[in-house]
């Protein structure tokens, strides 16, 4: 079993133990809360996560908590669930990004569907956050004219354009691209271009 988990948000009762039950029955790490307060008060793990959380609850209901998570940077895929539903807190759901919306009674099936796909999700983007910043530790380390020869052979420049432009010779700039790509781990061009759009250093293709 891994390490992902679930918060459900829910103030029926019968409702938290109902899906707490499905969900562990197929593997899943559960935690309930039976208010907003409750779950921002919590300690949560820092591994691959997803909110089940119910639209109308007591205090803040579900969308806005889900909008105040938007609003402090955390992020969290949020699937909304609710007896209540109708078109516009659908539309307002998706539109500040929930995974998905379900109405109850939902199949279990769809329930398990919907975690299984949010948590997906969210070891995708902590993947590439970790990606992300090993990228941006690399290039740290590199000089500050390993940084500028990088920056500009990867907007498309070739080597002498790129001597011309910092007014260094080819071959200063051939010493610095290499050793730029060897500190960055990059293989291949290709690679280092990749790298550097995931730094922003350009825009991607």
């Known amino acids: 079993m891994d390490k992902s988990v679930v918060h459900i948000v829910d103030d ?3 409702i938290r133990l109902s899906l707490d039950r ?14 907003s307060q409750e779950f921002l008060d919590a300690e949560r793990t820092d591994a691959p996560s997803c909110l089940i959380v119910d ?8 969308l806005e908590l889900q909008d105040y998570l938007t609003r402090i940077g955390y992020w969290i895929p949020v699937i909304v669930i ?31 569907d919907a975690v299984s796909h949010a948590l997906r999700a969210d070891a995708a983007r902590r993947a590439e956050l970790a990606r ?15 940084r500028e020869v990088m920056a500009l052979v990867c907007s498309g420049l070739m ?34 271009v990749r790298m550097a759009e995931v730094l922003k250093l350009v825009r991607p293709a």
Do not use: W
């Open 55 to 62: 639209v109308r609850l007591p205090g803040t209901g579900g």
């Open 82 to 112: 609710t007896g209540h539903g109708d078109i516009p807190m659908t539309v307002r759901a998706m539109k500040a990004g929930a995974i998905d919306f379900l109405a109850k009674p939902f199949r279990p099936q769809d329930l398990i």
């Open 159 to 192: 080597n002498k354009q790129v001597a011309g432009h910092l007014e260094i010779s080819e071959v200063t700039v051939k010493m610095h691209r290499g050793a730029a790509m060897r500190k960055m781990g990059a293989r291949t061009l290709a690679e280092l």
């Open 12 to 14: 029926d009762e019968s």
């Open 132 to 146: 992300s910043q090993e990228v941006a530790a690399k290039f740290a380390a590199l000089s500050a004219r390993e």
């Open 22 to 35: 499905l969900l562990r029955s197929v593997g899943y790490h559960v935690q309930m809360h039976a208010s």
